[in-house]
């Protein structure tokens, strides 16, 4: 198993322009989530979902959308890149049971100038 | 999250002294992870805490957790090198398991 995958590791974007980063989970896991991480600010939750077709909201979701059209992939979009939205982005899953614990991606480091 | 606060945020210790790590909830726990991250790396699952009471130890890391006071602490004993990074607690605040948030993370740094 890959586990959690996450591309591009890095990006750097102009302020305005749009972008998609992808996640995508091979262990067939319902929950997905988008994080941010900031310096002294810890994880961030962006967007959720509990399966494919469910996304819901998190803490901080202006400026983002998601979609969920299969299991295994759940990308998340920048329509207009803010310089506040550089950050680093974490993607992660986990099973419906909450006796399992969340994996996590390696992270997308992105920049908007 | 403001949910979940944890403290120190920073923290420096001695290489083989012992140090605790804090994570309080504001909302009811319905289950508490900790995680670790190297800098500039992504988290590694350290353990995870369910019911009250439980306590869980993996080497020299031990975690406890008190369902009444909504808290959890993160145990070190005889702090090595390799214990240097940022601890993350994440927990789930809602009783469909569907959103962990995380605290703000504690930077912990060990001096040979």
């Known amino acids: 198993n890959a586990g959690v995958t996450q591309t591009p590791k890095f990006q750097v974007l102009k302020t305005g322009q749009s972008m998609t980063l992808q996640c995508a989970q091979d262990?067939?896991?319902?929950?997905m989530s988008w994080y941010r991480q900031d310096p002294g600010m810890g994880l961030r939750l962006i967007h959720y979902?509990?399966?494919?077709?469910?996304?819901d909201q998190g803490e901080v979701p202006n400026g983002y959308n998601v979609s969920r059209s299969t299991t295994e992939d759940f990308p998340l979009r920048l329509l207009s890149a803010a310089p506040s939205q550089t950050s680093v982005y974490f993607c992660?899953?986990?099973?419906?049971?909450?006796?399992?614990?969340?994996?996590f991606g390696p992270g997308t480091r992105l920049t908007v100038l | 999250s403001q949910e979940l606060e944890q403290s120190p945020q920073s923290l420096i210790v001695q290489e083989g002294k012992n140090l605790t790590i804090n994570c309080t909830s504001s909302?009811?726990?319905?289950?508490l992870y900790w995680y670790k991250q190297k800098y500039g790396e992504g988290l590694i699952f350290l353990m995870m805490?369910?019911?009250?009471?439980e306590e869980k130890s993996h080497e020299k890391i031990t975690a406890k957790l008190d369902e009444k006071k909504q808290q959890s602490s993160l145990h070190i004993t005889a702090s090595q090198p390799s214990h240097a990074g940022i601890y993350l607690c994440?927990?789930?605040?809602?009783?469909?398991?569907?959103?962990?948030?995380f605290g703000q993370g504690t930077r912990l740094t060990i001096n040979p």
């Open positions: 992660a899953s986990r099973t419906s049971g909450r006796t399992d614990t969340q994996y």
């Open positions: 262990m067939n896991h319902e929950y």
């Open positions: 979902s509990v399966g494919a077709g469910i996304t």
């Open positions: 909302k009811t726990l319905y289950g």
């Open positions: 805490l369910q019911k009250g009471g």
């Open positions: 994440g927990a789930d605040i809602s009783p469909g398991a569907q959103k962990l948030v």
